[in-house]
């Protein structure tokens, strides 16, 4: 399966998990989505981990390595980056995962207004750092 395929099958499921959600969680994770893909347009999105408890799987957005996912709880939206620690955070997004060597992630809340200019930037240099 060509990656163009696989993409585009990704981004069928990701919309179908969006959909079946239909609520404030879906909402959050596709504008979150549509800022991911403006930001680093190479990009790709894939589903991964799934598992009985989470049949639909997690999004996941890559560009030489894993960029970020999103995650969906009960109470939030969580969306982690891979190599979070090595990216600067000037604005103070990452909330959550800070006390990893690696990873960092961004806990919204129902009623959370995301900061459109400093998620971009935090996208544009986990990409960077992967290549």
């Known amino acids: ?4 395929l696989a993409t585009s ?3 069928a499921q990701i919309d179908a998990k969006l959909a079946k959600l239909g609520d404030w969680r ?11 893909r ?8 894939e589903v991964k981990w799934r598992k009985p408890s989470n049949p639909d799987g997690v999004p996941v957005w890559s560009r ?11 109470d939030k939206v969580k969306l982690t980056f891979a190599r979070g620690a090595a990216i600067d955070d000037p604005s103070g997004l990452f909330n959550s995962s800070l006390d990893g060597n690696t990873r960092r992630a961004i806990d919204l809340r129902q009623g959370d207004v995301i900061d459109d200019a400093a998620l971009t930037a935090l996208v ?6 992967n290549g």
């Not at 399966?1 to 163009?4: A, E, T, V």
């Not at 390595?65 to 995650?71: A, D, L, S, V």
């Not at 544009?124 to 750092?129: H, T, Y």
């Open 124 to 129: 544009r240099a986990a990409a960077d750092l």
């Open 26 to 36: 879906g909402e959050m994770l596709a504008r979150l989505r549509d800022i991911i």
């Open 64 to 74: 030489n390595g894993i960029i970020c996912t999103g995650e969906i709880y009960k």
């Open 9 to 11: 099958d990704a981004s």
């Open 1 to 4: 399966m060509s990656s163009d």
């Open 38 to 45: 403006r930001a680093a347009p190479a990009i790709v999105e």
